[in-house]
């Protein structure tokens, strides 16, 4: 579902900043690959989220941060009678999610939305559900979005915030190259950045809700321990992760780990992720259920 102590932006940035060109298609095709390697956390995930809202009708559903649209698909697909806004703030994102919903035969029920929360709450209607997965950390007042969510929400309403539990990791310590540990300490040079960047990243979404007039009701961790990743995509999704991480963070690498780092993303070298065998993916994200009293 997106990564909170510290995580890349590698698959969620296009909730909050827009970008433009080769590069933010890059980075759509990493979302759609994340979809493909992570399908089975995708599915419990929103199996999880399905059961919770049993019980009233849920006829208007958000997904808010849409991405590429995997949540919003999965949730037009496991609430039949629904219609479902997946919102975006990025134009490119917005057009892949109208031509995915399209190719799922559901572009009657999936109605793409390009907004950007930072600048104020569109008029949505009335919604029965939310689902922001990944996406709150990056807007500029988490706090006042959660508070517009609950004012757009019908009484028995749900929101379903899901956010990394733990960062997501695909590389042994040991990777026969390179000083030991290059995954970990890379991983903490990345939260020192975002950190920076994003004070609620790592935060504890329960009370953030509650503090926004939510009532708590349920909270779970869901696992991604894929040893080893079977998905054909696995090599490239590792790939494009490690990509897009460079792209902001490779000047803050000791040399010897940029030098890792630049040989993890050269093809043609047999150490690099596209020839790796020992690749192990895992980490955790923790979905957070609130309702409207």
């Known amino acids: 579902m997106p990564d909170t102590d510290a995580h890349t932006h590698a698959h969620h940035d296009h909730h909050a900043h827009r970008h433009s060109g080769a590069a933010e298609d890059d980075y759509t095709d990493l979302l759609e690959l994340d979809a493909e390697v992570l399908r089975d956390y995708w599915a419990a995930a929103l199996d999880w989220v399905q059961s919770a809202a049993a019980g009233a009708a849920r006829t208007r559903l958000l997904d808010l941060g849409a991405g590429t ?90 929101i379903a915030v899901s956010e990394f539990a733990s960062q997501l990791l695909f590389l042994p310590d040991d990777l026969g190259f390179g000083q030991p540990g290059f995954e970990g300490r890379i991983t903490e040079v990345l939260g020192h950045a975002h950190t920076e960047e994003m004070p609620t990243l790592g935060s504890e979404w329960a009370p953030r809700l509650a503090d926004a007039g939510w009532t708590v009701v349920a909270e779970q961790e869901f696992r991604v321990d894929l040893d080893p990743p079977t998905h054909p995509s696995a090599a490239p999704y590792a790939r494009a992760w490690f990509a897009r991480l460079s792209e902001g963070l490779a000047d803050r690498l000791a040399p010897d780990d940029q030098a890792t780092l630049a040989a993890l993303l050269d093809s043609g070298n047999p150490r690099s992720l596209a020839n790796r065998t020992d690749l192990h993916i895992r980490g955790g994200r923790t979905i957070t259920i609130g309702r409207r009293d």
Do not use: C, N, Q, Y
């Open 69 to 158: 649209g995997t949540g919003a698909i999965g949730l037009a697909e496991r609430f039949p009678d629904a219609e479902v806004l997946a919102l975006d703030v990025s134009p490119v994102a917005v057009a892949k999610i109208a031509a995915k919903a399209s190719a799922a035969g559901l572009a009657a029920r999936v109605r793409p939305v390009e907004a950007d929360l930072d600048a104020g709450w569109p008029d949505l209607g009335v919604l029965d559900l939310t689902w922001a997965s990944a996406s709150l950390h990056h807007m500029a007042d988490p706090a006042r979005v959660l508070r517009d969510a609950l004012g757009a929400t019908r009484p028995g309403g749900l």
